[in-house]
């Protein structure tokens, strides 16, 4: 009896094991058939004549909707696809670093695989490769992914192709993340534009383009007006005349933020001169080279991080900056007590004494660092981009304009709100009255010498993260400097705000007329026949030089 029972438990084990082996091999069987599929369309590229044939065998693959053909594709596109020549199979081969034949679809590394002139190279050129771009576009239409699925929306929109639209049209209705879906019409419509679909069809393309507003609808609008005719072609032309006054507007946003950005870094260079001009009336040659020094102080500062702390690196434009500020200052404050105390009321010869510290200066820098330009690293949040509509904005720049009207509000709650800027104030308006009320004048001179050569050296800190440090960094900045301090008012901050402002706005919208160089010129000239008529600036302020 139990034999029997044994008997039939084996019985029934086996019945369930062929049931089970029957489900897998039904499962298995179409995946075996699609990959024989596959690589009976790859096998074809060895017998390929000339690029359209080579490229109806990429949309075939393509047709599959199969990933697996990716690999295969990839390496059409990067010239790694070979046709063995004895038996005509396609294998990738990799010669960088040594002789590799993989297997097209798995990868795998194939054994006995000869040597480099057994194989032929299946060609490509820059049409095939467009063409695999939307090929491969289209099968990750479909990833879990919504980034891959915007980067495919993005290939396919560079590269529209009518074949594509089939494709297109199953994936937008199932497309959840809104920004994804927009930017699929907007491939379709690239596509559509490309295909021999009715003219219905091109109006709705033609008019979703040119709501884009861009200057890469733009591009397709332009290049199918070329060619089209009729109502279509001035539909076409019609979208492409008001997205180019979109654009149009958009340049002017953008040439009035690189106005307010240049603006930023000549306020941060200009607002330690308002001080040491424009309070003291002291003409300071030397003061480009406290920013020069900032400058220098970041560069040192970040090699002590990357030698001895990697971790604060993004932190070491908060440690350089105190530091640039110290630095600057101290050498402000020996210049003013070693030289500049024994010179006022001697414009000239100030003139001449700080033309040659900032001499003495360039060339301590070159000794101690080098005639080379040293480049300053740019912590990560200061790195990168972002787009308002068509307009490009830099982190970098960004972050500067925020410190630099950062930097302005200290300056003014200390010249207002403090005593120290009280006392600064009432040596500034009559100095003899000042020190007969107590107030050490040489000392209220020091300290606001050595507080505006501070403030350089911040300047410096900014500067080093939008370009490289030289010796000659400020010598680029120094003239600048005296133009928005005059043009604003001799030794009135809101007027070196308004001053730096203007002037940068001015000049970015003066470059592409004239050029750089021919629209400093006319800033210069521009200034010089507006002081003719405001000789004190646009915000005049009494100071020692109409002292009695």
Same mark, same amino acid.
């Given at each position: ?241 008001? &997205? ?5 507007? #958009?340049?002017?946003?953008?040439? +009035?933020? !690189?106005? =307010?950005?240049?603006?930023? *870094? @000549? ?120 787009? &308002? ?5 830099? #982190?970098?720049?960004?972050?500067? +304009?925020? !410190?630099? =009207?950062?930097?302005?509000? *200290? @300056? ?133 030089? +109409?002292?009695?």
């Amino acid at each position: 009896m139990q034999r029997r029972v044994h008997h039939c438990r084996q019985s029934r084990s086996l019945a369930v094991l062929s049931l089970l082996l029957a489900f897998v091999i039904a499962f298995l069987a179409p995946a075996h058939a699609d990959e024989a599929q596959i690589r009976a369309i790859i096998t074809k590229f060895a017998d390929a004549k000339g690029f359209p044939q080579i490229e109806a065998i990429v949309q075939e693959l393509g047709a599959t909707g199969d990933p697996a053909v990716a690999r295969p594709l990839n390496a059409l596109a990067d010239g790694a696809l070979h046709a063995r020549k004895t038996d005509s199979q396609i294998f990738i081969v990799e010669e960088g670093g040594g002789f590799r034949v993989l297997d097209p679809l798995s990868g795998e590394v194939v054994a006995d695989a000869g040597v480099a002139r057994d194989y032929t190279k299946i060609r490509v050129n820059n049409g095939l490769r467009r063409t695999i771009r939307g090929v491969l576009g289209s099968l990750t239409l479909g990833a879990t992914d919504g980034n891959a699925r915007m980067r495919a929306a993005n290939t396919l929109f560079q590269t529209p192709d009518p074949q594509t639209i089939e494709a297109l049209d199953a994936a937008i209705p199932g497309e959840s993340v809104p920004a994804v879906k927009i930017r699929l019409q907007q491939a379709r419509a690239a596509a559509v534009l490309q295909s021999d679909l009715p003219d219905a069809q091109k109006e709705e393309a033609i008019a979703l383009l040119g709501g884009m507003g861009d200057r890469a609808a733009l591009s397709l609008l332009n290049g199918f007006a070329a060619n089209a005719q009729g109502d279509l072609k001035s539909a076409a032309q019609g979208a492409a005349d008001r &997205i180019n006054t979109t654009l149009a507007a #958009w340049d002017m946003a953008q040439n +009035v933020w !690189f106005g =307010l950005s240049l603006g930023s *870094v @000549l306020l941060l260079a200009a607002i330690g001169l308002a001080i040491t001009f424009g309070v003291m009336g002291v003409i300071n040659m030397a003061h480009g080279e406290m920013v020069m020094l900032g400058a220098y102080t970041t560069f040192a500062v970040q090699e002590a991080i990357r030698a001895n702390a990697p971790g604060l690196f993004d932190w070491s434009l908060l440690i350089a900056a105190p530091t640039a500020f110290l630095v600057a200052g101290v050498v402000g404050f020996a210049m003013e007590r070693g030289i500049i105390r024994f010179l006022y009321g001697r414009p000239l010869e100030t003139l001449l004494a700080t033309w040659g510290v900032s001499l003495i200066l360039q060339q301590a820098v070159r000794t101690i660092f080098g005639p080379n330009n040293r480049e300053v690293g740019n912590p990560s949040w200061m790195s990168g981009s972002f787009e &308002i509509g068509q307009l490009a904005i830099t #982190w970098n720049r960004l972050w500067i +304009v925020v !410190f630099a =009207l950062a930097v302005f509000a *200290v @300056l003014l709650f200390v010249f207002n709100r403090t005593s120290w800027g009280l006392h600064m104030r009432a040596v500034t308006q009559n100095r003899r009255m000042a020190a007969s009320m107590g107030i050490r004048t040489p000392w209220v001179d020091a300290f606001t010498f050595a507080l505006g050569s501070g403030i350089a050296g911040i300047a410096g800190v900014a500067l080093s993260q939008i370009g490289n440090v030289s010796p000659n960094l400020g010598q680029s900045y120094i003239i600048d400097s005296f133009m928005v301090v005059v043009f604003g008012g001799v030794g009135n901050l809101w007027g070196t705000l308004v001053g730096a402002m203007s002037l940068g706005v001015l000049n970015k919208f003066l470059e592409p007329y004239a050029g750089a160089v021919l629209g400093k010129i006319l800033v210069l000239v521009l200034i010089i026949l507006f002081i003719q008529k405001r000789p004190r600036g646009l915000f005049a302020l009494k100071g020692r030089a +109409v002292e009695a």
